[in-house]
């Protein structure tokens, strides 16, 4: 007998509708499974064969085939799990349903119904394909329930989804959803299943946030953060080891405006489809990534089986902080280029090719050369001629081009260190940038950063003097065509932090300094 | 006689004048004298040698070598062009003075590349037009005559800039350590721009440290300096001072290679450029050195090459000091004491001299216009720069030290510190910033007149 029900996959960060149609026939016992299913599908068959017998029930010693529809379509991961076992079941008249119904989620040897990355997407993309009800594991119920105009049906178990699809009602109430049921159940033998409810690792981990007032000194590095966050422009911290540039990046985050719902549904679906988990509310806060420096061209990009999103997807409308920029790999830094030129990313695979977003902001750290740098007023580079040159040319020309904001971080002296009146604490300078980029966007709909051509000259609003003071600034600071819009950019955004309507003198010659060290090798002490 | 010349490219010349006496036999290479026509055949020759000195491996002695055993540089590329030719230039090159390499394949690699250069003989020309660079050569009446005397002089220097840059009147060496301290580098600053008051070219080799501090201060002073490179003039390094060499070139000083244009800065180029520096001083004055330091190498040629040679002495203690000390003690009675700046420019013998006021017929002041002093730059400043300049009169500083002298906020400082480096006032490297240009000088006096906010 025909049976057909619903479930969903990921690709990238989106959802995909499969229907999965399941023939239960006569013949010699076998179980295959069509419909471009890759590996991670085909050991489906046997959780799902182990799920069923588990679950009470009898896997038919019949003829099954299973038909992922559409068939053009490379499916992939543990998803569609669920859906095929209550396919067999219904095709061999173990169970009823009421209607048409999705289910998404892995089955374990037992029967129980575990969580899968990007369940929020899946949930959505069913939801607009007019869906009224899904299925979804237990511990998904809350990630699931972001989405609207769809009915989620969370289970623990292969029987609980059995219960429900019949139904149409939860079998039983959601207030325990956890697995204490499991300790009876004898499936605990599984170690290769994160600890429940625990929360997944991830690349960078659970950084503590750092306060803007823990930083002593260098109240030009924190200025440029200010204005590059205020902006969305990109900036570069050079200054040797010790001067306070990670502890700076990890300021971020207490610095960053929060998202609106709309861009945190899309940012809490990029860490769904990611793997982070298990997700429990929209997360409002705006990302913050930072890779190290080993990371593979595929981490930062993307990639895998599954596409999955890599760093500069995951960093999408927040910050990606590279530290030891010239460390990281020359085809992991170029691929920057292009999701820093359209806030997207392509990745292409053997006849599989999708497009994430990735909007960052970029903010990256570097020493200015291997030794370190000059040290102090009397100690300058102790590195060979040249090699300054060479590590700094690690990142390339193209990339440069795209920092807008440069600034060199001394390293601060221990005496120094204990004069200084307390620094300013994070929460002004947070209330500081989100109004700024709220009169931003209400003035061009977007971040200072996204302004070009005759639209920021428009926004910039020059006079005569200031225009002048343009030209003086470029030939004095070597500054090229693309050079100038940036410093132009960064102009704005400091009158928009004093509330001036148009850029002044003070806002470009404080601007000039961010752009001076573009051009200049890194490890010099001054003539 | 410090060992330097013995490991370096013009090995020979260094001190055993006899392997290459022959070269310099006055029938050897032609003097300026004796090319007596300097029409079309005078610019033939002028372009084979620029060509022959645009071979890779071919340097001074071996120039000269060819020079003597077939008479005219246009002699030596028509032979190179043919086989049977190249055959007879092996010959010549044969006996080349080779310590590194296998003689034989140095000598097929020079006959190569002579071949090559050559053949592609209108290539080079032209590029050369295209990029302004000009060239003498040692028969040129324009080559510098402080060069000439020399026991090799460079057959041909790559030049940009105005040619009589390289003949001023006076002309001093101001050389010292890449790896200078503040201090080396505000005495390199004053002396240059002491001297070049007193319109004498200022000499030094564009490294960072104390030859830029000199070339600089030059350059703010509006006198004339020339710039000794040790690569070619389309491998300027350090790239750091691009914008340095074209502000020399802005205030009609030039840029000087014996390198052709394409030649990589290498270990070796440096030393040897080092003879040119000093060759084109009447004195060398060593503000900082380590010891080992490559300005103790144009120190040794300037004492070479008969010329004076000064030291700046410093503490015992100071490791930026060390080269120079040990080479004051090394050499008692020959190298003299910079002690002041009164004392040097009288010991330089121009302590008559006048700042001359001579208008340099371009319309722009002239190095020897009174400039004006510190205290009367401060002046004309406005607050925000009187205030932050007055912070920098205490010593380098980061934009937190400039904020809590000054008592500004740091966008304010920020914006302050552009236009003074704009007005090259200041200067910046690593977040620390410096004094420069007119302030340099200013000391305690300055300080007095600077009101603290």
Known sequence: MLASVLSATLQGIDGRVVRVEVDVAPGLPGFSVVGLADASLQEARERVRGAIRNSGLVFPPRRITVNL???????????????????????????????????????SLGGELRRVPGILSMVAALARRGIGRVVVPAESAAEAGLVDRIAVHPVADLAAALAVIRSGRAARPRSNPARVDLAGSGAAADPGQPPAGGPATTATGPEPEVDLADLRGQAAARRALEVALAGGHALLLVGPPGSGKTLLARTIPSLLPPLDPSDALTATAIRSAAGE??????????????????????????????????????????????????????????????????????????????????????????????????????????????????????????????????????????????????????APVAARIAGVRRLQIERQGGLNSTLGGSRLRRACGLGARERERVIVLADGLDLSARGVERLLRAARTIADLEAAETVHLDHLDEAGRFRALGGRPLNQLAV | MLGVGAGGPLGPSGGTGSRDGRSLDPAGPPRPGQSSDLGADHELERQAAMLLMSVEGLGPVTFYRLLAARGSARAILELAASEVGRRELLGHLGSLPDPGQDPGRRAAHVADGLAGVARAAAAITDRMAASGLDWLTIEDPGYPARLRVLEVPPPVLFIRGPIAALSAESAVAVVGTRRATEGGRRTAARIADALARLGVAIVSGLAVGIDGAAHEATVVANGTTVAVLGSGHERLFPRAHERLARRIIATRGALVSELPPDADPTRGTFPRRNRVISGLADATIVVEAASRSGALITAAWALEQGRECFAVPGSIDAQASAGCLAFLREYPGQVRIVAGIAELIEDLGLAGRRPATTERGDGRPSAQAPQPAPAAVLASLGPAERAVAGALLAGSATVDDLGRRSGLPVATVLGTLTLLELRGLATAAGGRYRLAGGLVGAGAAGMASVARP
Request: one cysteine or more; glycine letters at 10%.
């Open chain 1, 277 to 426: 988990g298990p997700i429990v509310e929209l997360d409002r806060r705006r990302p913050y990534r930072a890779p190290h420096h080993t990371i593979s061209y595929a981490g930062m990009v993307g990639g895998g089986p599954m596409l999955a999103p890599g760093e500069v997807t995951r960093a999408h409308q927040g910050v990606l902080f590279l530290d030891e920029l010239p460390e990281f790999g020359r085809d992991v830094l170029e691929a920057l280029r292009q999701p820093l030129e359209d806030g997207r990313i392509s990745i292409v695979r053997v006849a599989r090719a999708v497009t994430l977003p990735a909007r960052f902001q970029l903010v990256a750290a570097m020493n200015p050369c291997p030794c370190g740098g000059p040290v102090g007023e009397e100690v300058a580079c102790r590195c060979r001629p040249g090699v300054p040159e060479r590590y700094a040319a690690r990142v390339s020309g193209p990339l440069r081009d795209r920092i807008d904001l440069w600034v060199e971080m001394p390293r601060v002296p221990p005496a120094s260190l204990v004069g200084l009146t307390p620094a300013e604490a994070s």
């Open chain 1, 69 to 107: 529809a559409p068939a053009d379509q490379r499916k992939t991961g543990a998803s569609l799990d669920t859906a095929i076992a209550v396919g067999i079941l219904l095709g061999s008249e173990q169970a009823r349903a009421d209607g048409a119904w999705a289910l998404i989620g892995e089955l």
